[in-house]
């Protein structure tokens, strides 16, 4: 029984940060962007350190979803990211001050990036749900299936 407890643990350590830590990745990139890169005299953020930055949160956002990448690739199969894509552009838009700097300290901007974020981790789910709903409950299943077969032969 013990060893079902150890592997019912590592099952919550290997799911629940995916869970509660999914979101942040783009408003992650945003803050972090804005604290390291520097601006000119005219409150542009630096090119490169920009893109660095969003590559970063482009990175965080595929290994928290896998699945991600198909979707984009593939845009008729989660119409909802085009959604989010358009709600942030929008969003961003109208909470801009018309200068990176100035971004940087607007909190209506970082509410842009946290929406973001939480649109993107329900429209995957959803849309990964969907297309393969019985994914979540096979691996639980399996997981279960294997610490009782494990402790078991104890």
Do not use: H, W
């Amino acid at each position: 029984m013990k060893f079902l407890g150890v592997i019912l643990v590592l099952f919550g350590l290997l799911v629940l940060p995916g869970l509660v830590f999914a979101t942040g990745c783009t408003e992650e990139s945003y803050l972090n962007s804005c604290a390291e890169c520097t601006f000119d005299d005219y409150g542009k953020m630096e090119e490169s350190c920009r893109k660095q930055f969003e590559d970063n949160g482009r990175n965080c956002l595929i290994t928290t979803y896998p699945a991600i990448t198909f979707m984009y690739a593939n845009p008729n199969s989660c119409p909802e990211l085009g959604s989010c894509q358009m709600k942030f552009s929008v969003c961003k838009e109208m909470a801009g001050t018309g200068t990176d700097e100035g971004d940087c300290d607007s909190s209506a901007v970082r509410q842009c990036f946290e929406e973001a974020d939480k649109c993107i981790g329900q429209s995957v789910n959803a849309c990964d749900a969907r297309s393969n709903p019985c994914a979540v409950g096979i691996f639980i299943l399996g997981t279960l299936a294997f610490a009782i077969f494990a402790s078991a032969r104890k």
